[in-house]
């Protein structure tokens, strides 16, 4: 078991570029969460899979905003038209299923849109 | 929607001293509370979780309680080590366990 890992690490955009995510959670766990992070705050909660069915989203995630889970396995977020503010740190964690269960957090993705 | 403050915003303290962070939340229909540390640009690492039904966990040097009714949470560092020093969040769950909210995290300093 190698934890949860994401990928890109970096990546610097410019505005009006896409842009996509990746997160492959710890095998056994069926919950996947992405949050967004800006420099000085707590993270952001954005959207909630349980296995491949997205079942929260946060009005954060406007419609240039998407993610999926095929297969219930890794996870990607795509960001279309990024814009400035879409600058941040973008954190994938997963679980196990029930309020025992800890969140288990990747290294995150570093995004800049110039 | 649940909101989540942590107080101090920054603690700067000498090695060896123990110390409490602190973690207020609005909605105490909460589904568990996890604590973090995060080192600059890095993610988050898990610390301790409290089940909503439960009030205190211990890991090592580390203590944290949970009081629900008052919509408190509190982390209790034993005998602090310049290792520690570090940004501390605290994330609680909605009673779904669907989202989860953090605070804006308490930035620690332990002065050798």
């Known amino acids: 078991d190698t934890g949860v890992s994401q990928n890109p690490r970096h990546k610097i955009t410019k505005r009006g570029q896409n842009v996509t995510f990746r997160c492959d959670p710890i095998?056994?766990?069926?919950?996947l969460y992405w949050y967004r992070q800006t420099l000085g705050q707590g993270p952001e909660f954005l959207t909630y899979f349980q296995n491949e069915a997205q079942l929260e989203k946060s009005r954060l995630l406007s419609d240039r905003f998407s993610a999926e889970r095929p297969k219930g396995s890794f996870s990607t977020l795509e960001i279309q038209r990024t814009e400035q503010g879409d600058s941040a740190m973008y954190l994938c964690?997963?679980?196990?299923?029930?309020?025992?269960?800890?969140?288990?957090f990747g290294p995150g993705t570093r995004l800049t849109v110039t | 929607k649940q909101e989540v403050t942590q107080i101090p915003a920054a603690l700067s303290v000498p090695e060896g001293e123990n110390l409490v962070l602190n973690c207020s939340f609005t909605d105490s229909a909460i589904y568990n509370l996890q604590w973090f540390r995060q080192d600059p640009g890095k993610g988050l690492t898990s610390l301790l979780l409290i089940q909503s039904s439960q009030r205190e966990q211990t890991s090592g040097r580390l203590n944290a309680s949970l009081d629900k009714s008052s919509g408190r949470s509190t982390l209790y560092i034993a005998a602090s080590q310049p290792g520690d020093s570090a940004t501390y969040l605290c994330?609680?769950?909605?009673?779904?366990?669907?989202?989860?909210?953090f605070g804006t995290g308490t930035s620690l300093t332990v002065i050798p």
């Open positions: 994330a609680v769950g909605a009673n779904t366990g669907n989202q989860f909210y």
């Open positions: 964690a997963s679980s196990q299923s029930g309020f025992l269960y800890e969140q288990y």
């Open positions: 095998s056994e766990h069926n919950r």
